[in-house]
């Protein structure tokens, strides 16, 4: 029966239905808040097995947002190591200094260090390892809990004598060392006058 009455006022149900969806969306942007979504800005890595990976990230508040995702309200972050390998350490930096002065309007995002992967007594067995969970949570204007787990898994190739990636990992003292020692040396040679 009332799929007959349905049928015999197709337009009075497409615009029931129509207003149905109207007023949902509209119920649901306005309790959208912020619109957090982050992500490592990679998740594959080869290492060396001594090295230190900085785990690079950026933050998004979604363009669908009605409220600025700020700083202020950071409120928690979640990271783990990998197997028996790696621990996660919080960035040299801590997560509230760098996001202390995030304001970020619906559809800004910004870039940040989520924190660290330190092998295990200094050195990691060369193979391939995966795994690691990480996350971050906000509050929202109305004291809510915001948070976002990316859905990705981090996965590392640890081989012995692999270089370094450009920015993701750090470099030893003992290597900056030694590249400053050698371009003084380069400076000062320039620096000699030519007998004549």
């Known amino acids: 029966m009332v799929f007959g009455s349905v049928a015999a006022r197709p337009g009075r149900f497409l615009r029931a239905l ?77 997560l509230a200094e760098q996001f202390a002065a995030m304001d970020l309007a619906p559809g800004e995002g910004m870039d940040f260090v989520f924190g660290r992967l330190v092998p295990i007594g200094g050195l990691a067995a060369p193979g391939g390892y995966s795994g690691g969970g990480f ?36 470099p030893e003292p003992g290597s900056l060392g030694l590249a400053a020692a050698c371009l003084g040396a380069l400076v000062l040679q320039r620096r000699r006058p030519v007998a004549g």
Do not use: C
Not at 147 to 158: C, G, I, K, R
Not at 163 to 169: L, S
């Open 18 to 94: 129509l207003g149905a969806g109207l007023l949902a969306a509209a119920s649901g942007a306005a309790q959208a808040g912020i619109g957090l979504v982050w992500d490592l800005k990679q998740w594959s890595y080869t290492l060396a097995p001594d090295q230190t990976l900085e785990l690079h990230a950026t933050i998004y508040n979604e363009a669908s947002a009605t409220e600025h995702l700020l700083g202020s309200r950071f409120f928690a972050a979640y990271g783990e190591g990998i197997e028996s390998a790696y621990d996660f350490l919080m960035p040299v930096q801590s």
């Open 135 to 170: 996350s971050l949570a906000f509050l929202d204007a109305g004291g809510a809990e915001v948070s976002w787990t990316p859905e990705h898994s981090l996965h590392l190739d640890v081989v012995e004598g692999s270089p370094t990636e450009p920015g993701q990992a750090l």
